[in-house]
């Protein structure tokens, strides 16, 4: 064939796909929704008006959104892979969750860096795939397969941050260090900024994976915001009745739990502190949420892109004694936002599908017009946020129309399940010392809103020092009514256990049957 024909043959190729949208994703790092930073709003105040207006106003907003397992790599890891933990956990001992090779929080990179969604989006659709910021905990140097633009790193520094680059203009491949005036969530909206403005009107759809490190510890504000209180935000964390309570209120929950110390006046001190400074990092998250809208909106390609926004976990800010931090079964840990905005998605609208990160990544596929690869654990939700079809791109109205829509959102799971084992003993002094977690966190879990169960958490926990567990030794469990006991005081298990056995023994096959699902046979 003559090279005339075979570039008019790729031209036609190419005039024959179906169009696709852009899709751009904002993911904080430890972001609360449960103690009110982030969404909905507590009271109508938070840090991110932008956020607000331009997400959740003119958007949709997930009310029952949750995270499978709450702490950092594993948790980005889930996201990018499509896929629950024990599917892409590293096999055999992993001490302190890093020290096996290529083991990060007992995640095998290999199996998530080697099949992202990144990837998928590439070879399957054409896009052109951009991450900015903070990629997994463990890095890699190198961008891995799928990512056009990489400007990542593990979380980093607020100041003089350090990102590995490739494929970025502007800057060279290698390490870039930035120097003490160059604030991290700064610099990943700027460099992410620039990416789109270069790409956005090319021949290839993108995707755009902006990652700040905010909120995470150390806390550390933006100068310009570091001393803005807003006179209508709350003086303090939430208080509720799991805020420093008392050892005789905890003694029937998992070891960590009951053992942690009461809050002293300067620990109180501190994990306020920690809450105000939490809100003035995301400030600046709020600034990049209103550059990037702006900027799209200045590019004229608003009615052509979708944007997601979501945290990777919850918080503690002193419930059952926990000063700060996360890896937690209970909903102040587990519960987080989404907001989704773009064509199709009614504005101020909700939906109350069961769902997790791990869903996130198949539903960026069906925007794409792709199908999920067969061992992708997670679930498109477009079907429950897709309601105006006149307004969808070809390639995502096709891909919607394999839906029979009726049937599918009839079948969607009525459960959420949650996997965490042991990392460290995180200990914060402040200056009386807490220990976050220890060998006894290790826990499976299921949460419910109705039906058989009601609006339950059921979790069983096994101790060991290693993380290499497959919950074969049961030694604690934990069951709550969270309607009744919504900040999770009142163990029910044992009552429960004694006056309706076949509940308990139904909850145990259920979270087994989560236990072992892998892609089609994950509910």
Known sequence: MKAGALILAGALLCAAQPEKPNIVFFLT?????????????????????????????????????????????????????????HNIKKEGLCPNGHAAPSCCMHVDEDLVNNATMAKVLKEGAGYTVGIFGKYLNSCPDKAPE?????????????????????????????????????????????????????????????????????????????????????????????????????????????????????????????????????????????????????????????????????????????????????????????????????PGITAGSTFETLGSQVDLAPTWLGLAGLPKPANMDGKSILPFILHEKDKLMPATKKHLDGFDVPEYTAGWRDSMFIEYYYN???????????????????????????????????????????????????DFYEYYNVSNDPWQMDNIYNSTLKANPGTIQALHNKLRMWFKCAGESCP
């Open 146 to 342: 799928g990512f056009d633009a990489y400007f990542a790193n593990g979380g980093g520094d607020y100041f003089s941050p350090s990102f590995a680059v490739e494929g970025v203009e502007g800057f060279a491949d290698g390490m870039w260090h930035g120097g003490p005036d160059n604030y991290t969530t700064s610099v990943v909206g700027n460099v992410s900024n620039a990416w789109i403005k270069r790409v956005a009107n090319g021949p290839k759809p993108f995707f755009a994976y902006i990652a700040p490190k905010a909120c995470h510890e150390p806390f550390t504000p933006a100068p310009w915001y570091a001393d803005h209180w807003d006179p209508a935000w709350p003086p303090h964390e939430p208080r509720p009745v799991s805020w420093n309570c008392s050892f005789e209120s905890r003694a029937d929950h998992h070891y960590t739990i009951r053992t942690e110390p009461m809050i002293t006046e300067g620990a109180s001190a501190k994990i306020t502190q920690v809450f105000q400074d939490r809100w003035r990092t995301l400030m600046s998250v709020d600034d990049v949420i209103k550059d990037t809208m702006a900027l799209c909106e200045d590019l004229g390609i608003m009615d052509k892109t979708y944007f997601f926004y979501s945290s990777d976990h919850g918080f503690q800010l002193g419930e059952f004694n926990l000063p700060f931090d996360k890896r937690h079964v209970y909903e102040f840990d587990i519960r987080i936002h989404l907001l989704v905005r773009g």
């Open 29 to 85: 790092d430890d972001q609360d929704q449960k103690l009110g930073g982030s969404f909905p709003m507590h009271n109508g105040v938070g840090p991110m008006p932008v956020a607000q207006k331009e997400l959740v106003e003119k958007g949709a907003m997930a009310t029952n959104w949750f995270i499978h397992t709450p702490i950092c790599c594993p948790s980005r890891s889930e996201l990018v892979s499509g896929r629950y933990f």
């Open 424 to 474: 460290d003993n995180n200990t914060k002094c402040i200056p009386n010392c807490y220990n976050i977690e220890d060998a006894s966190n290790n826990y499976i879990g299921i949460r419910h809103l109705n039906g058989e169960f009601g609006d339950t958490l059921y979790s069983e926990f096994q101790t060991t020092a290693t993380g290499e567990t497959v919950f074969d030794n049961i």
